[in-house]
């Protein structure tokens, strides 16, 4: 047994982490070689300065890394070369950074694909331009051939919208922006899911709009409080994601769109219907706008499909709205970026556009099955697959301390704080967003060492020697 002994001094953080990592690197190092055995707990814990407990902690941590391993009876020992070939990235220092907190659409590894949607169309689009004018911006509605496209779009999403309904915008949350500047003043109320979408919080904030957090259950939010919330403030607005509601993963069925349909109709308010995702989503119910068309403004964009650097959005707009639309967008943007407007027409026109959806959409249930695997048991029994997952925490752990723990294993995720409009019980969940990891395996790894932590010593703010 060799009476190496840790120096922990220059290690930050709690003494058992200390201690292991120092251990780690040893062993990463050479210093301590395969099938050496570590001090006795009681020795090591004197020799460090450390309670017997830390050290304990200490080895099980080293165990978890897949570093060492326990024989009964003869203590603990640093693995073969062999048997460290398993082990987790989580016990190496510092090699990664995995980013399960911005939803982003995955990567784009068809080489192919790839070269048609980007080189090539890039340079048709470039020999397009040599001969078309530069000069001037574009109408504030959309070029009517971009319009078009939107339009088509719009209709393969479930809804059949004539040319004059549809605006060209930057994004999802400009055409956000734009229904809350004509059809809100500061202080007034919007309603909203009150597990929802980070932009409507954001745009409320920077406009002083005050959200008003509707009920949900497991179809979304629930009627009966959209009309006592109506009634009681008198918002002319709703905003809401039917279709794999960010952050929980929702789809409302059929009969409770048609009930905030008639609700919107009695209390005389307007519906924003944000559709994100449709396109990687199987057979979905009709969208409310083909239901209540007169009082909802219906909005998809591209970027979750491809990237959010490609910020073009379409709006389907309540008709008698739109000439204050057109007013509104001068104003916020003097029309658009009618190249990126170009680019999605392109795309939505020679079909490009649908096969980067296809392999998104293929993409999203490879990793779905991945987190299906490997949380089993945590995970609500769901079997539509979506592009991030909606983690509840168990009772014994608090989520700004498991947040803390995910950043100290550099894993990075979104904690409900962020989504939650109210505050009448404390929200224990986090969103994992699947499709953001730059790879299959970095996806398997954060998953990995996030069900570990799931299922270690919970509350890290508390101290743990």
């Keep these: 047994m060799t009476r190496w002994t840790p120096d922990i001094s220059s290690y930050e953080g709690h003494r058992y982490r200390a201690l292991a990592e120092a251990i780690r690197d040893a062993i990463l190092s050479g210093e301590l070689k395969p099938e050496t055995k570590l001090l006795a707990h009681r020795e090591m814990s004197w020799r460090v300065g450390v309670t017997v407990g830390t050290v304990a902690k200490s080895y099980k941590l080293l165990s978890d890394w897949g570093l060492v391993y326990a024989r009964i009876g003869d203590g603990t020992w640093v693995k073969s070369e062999e048997q460290q070939g398993d082990r987790l990235v989580i016990g190496e220092k510092k090699i990664r950074n995995i980013d399960f907190g911005l939803l982003l659409p995955s990567t784009l590894t068809d080489t192919g694909l790839r070269k048609k949607a980007f080189k090539d169309t890039l340079s048709k689009l470039g020999d397009d331009l040599m001969r078309k004018p530069l000069t001037g911006y574009a109408p504030e509605l959309g070029y009517e051939s971009h319009r078009r496209a939107g339009a088509s779009f719009v209709k393969d999403s479930g809804y059949e919208a004539p040319l004059s309904e549809i605006i060209v915008t930057d994004g999802a949350q400009e055409a956000i922006h734009l229904i809350f500047s004509i059809l809100s003043k500061p202080s007034d109320t919007i309603m909203a899911e009150e597990v929802g979408y980070l932009g409507v919080k954001t745009a409320s904030n920077i406009r002083n709009r005050i959200v008003a957090p509707i009920a949900m259950d497991e179809q979304g939010i629930i009627p009966e409080s959209l009309e006592a919330v109506a009634k009681k403030t008198q918002s ?5 994601v039917p279709n794999l509601q960010n952050p929980t993963g929702i ?11 008639a609700i919107a109709e009695r209390c005389d308010f307007y519906i924003i219907e944000d559709n994100p995702f449709w396109a990687l989503a199987g057979e979905l119910p009709p969208p409310i706008v083909s239901l209540a068309p007169e009082r909802t403004f219906y909005i998809t964009s591209l970027s979750k499909y491809v990237s959010p650097s490609l910020r073009i959005g379409y709006l389907r707009a309540v008709p008698k709205f739109v000439p204050d639309l057109e007013i509104a967008k001068h104003a916020l943007s003097q029309a658009g970026s009618s190249l990126q407007a170009e680019v999605a027409k392109h795309w939505i026109k020679t079909g490009i556009l649908y096969e980067l959806t296809a392999w998104q959409k293929k993409e999203i249930h490879a990793r779905w099955d991945i987190a299906n695997t490997i949380l089993e048991g945590h995970l609500l029994d769901d079997l539509l697959p979506k592009p991030f997952i909606w983690l509840s925490l168990p009772e014994r752990w608090c989520v700004t301390d498991f947040i803390s723990a995910l950043k100290a294993e550099n894993i990075n995720c979104i904690d409900s704080n962020h989504f939650i409009h ?16 730059e ?7 954060g998953l990995t060492i996030l069900k570990q932590i799931l299922g270690s010593a919970p509350n890290i703010s508390q101290p743990l020697y």
């Design 236 to 240: 002319k607005l709703l905003f809401l």
């Design 439 to 445: 790879t299959r395996k970095s996806l398997e790894l």
């Design 422 to 437: 109210s505050r009448v019980k404390e929200p224990t969940a986090i969103r994992v967003a699947l499709t953001t990891p």
């Design 251 to 261: 789809t409302m069925p059929l009969e409770r769109r048609q009930a905030i349909a």
